[in-house]
Structures are given as C-alpha cells and as structure tokens.
C-alpha cells in the first residue's frame, strides 16, 4: 500500500490527522514529488510526532504538501529530536532550489508546537514562509525544555524571514504545549 493509492480512494477528503509512523508506512516506497492526482478536497493537515530532521517523514509531508493545492491550515505537532540525530540530510532538502516545486496559494495558517529550532524546523517555516501568498498566521509554540534566551533567540531569527504573504504574522506563543 502507498500515499498515491490511499489518496486516491478518499477523493472527498478534507481533513487528514496522520501519525508519522503510519506516514512512514504509506511512503515506505519511493516517494514521488507529484502523486498521479492531486487533493484537491484537503483542507486540512496534520502530522502527528514529526520529526523535522528524519528525511524520509519530511520527504512524505512534502509530498502531502505540494500535492494539497487547497490546504488552509496546517499542524504539525513536533516530537523533539533525538540528540544524536544527524539533520544534515533533511536540512539540504529544504535547502534545495525548488524543494517544494509549487506555491501553497490557500495556506492561511500554521501551528508548530514543541518548537526546538533546530535548522530543519528554522528552514521549513522560512519554506512555508516564501511559499504561501495567503499565509495570515504561523503560530510557533516553543519546546519547554527550552530557555528563555534560547527562544528569544529564535524568535529574532524567524522574524527576519521574508514572506510572500503581506499579511503573513508569526505569532511565538510562550505556553508550554504537553
């Protein structure tokens, strides 16, 4: 079983909530940049104990991205990564011209909790950042196993991320997300 043939027997579908293993599960196969037909009926995503450095969970939510053209809201509830977690490979992915490869035109929200700031996350906000025209609010809750000077931190860096949106604010909750 894959992505391309679950997707394709939900055609009415407008919210998906998936656990990362099951997404590993769907895109244990190579997983395409382009599935054979869009989503065009999710509205929207969520991805359940994701892990921003593991390649092949990142390599699926892309997946999942680009071919939602009618997304609107996106969730991702962040496990914390493994210290010994090599990111190099996920951070070159969404350092690649045209990682992405479309522009997420309906995306009007973004909820990131656990937020560590690790570079693959730093680099996913700044993806969604300059590929959602429609983006009105990314709303980023910290981990709470981060200090405060840690998250100022990363809280000056996001705000110098450009944005296609105008109207795009990031809104750094300071709440401890369970």
Known sequence: MNLARVLSN??????????????KFLCAENVPKWLP??????KHLGFRKFQF????????ALC????????????VIHLEEEPQADVGPASNLLEAPNCLGCTLTQLQRVLITCFEGS??????????????PSLENCYIIPSGSSDVQKRLDIARVLMLFPRSSP???IIYLNVHYP
């Open 64 to 75: 999942l991205l680009r071919n939602s053209p009618t997304i609107t809201q996106l969730l």
């Open 119 to 132: 570079r693959p996350e730093l680099l996913f906000i700044k993806l969604l950042l300059a590929h959602s």
């Open 10 to 23: 939900l055609p009415e579908i407008k919210a998906l909530f998936i656990d990362v293993n099951s997404l």
């Open 37 to 42: 037909d869009p989503v065009c009926s999710l």
């Open 53 to 60: 450095g593991d390649l092949d969970q990142l390599d699926g």
């Open 167 to 169: 109207k795009a604010k």
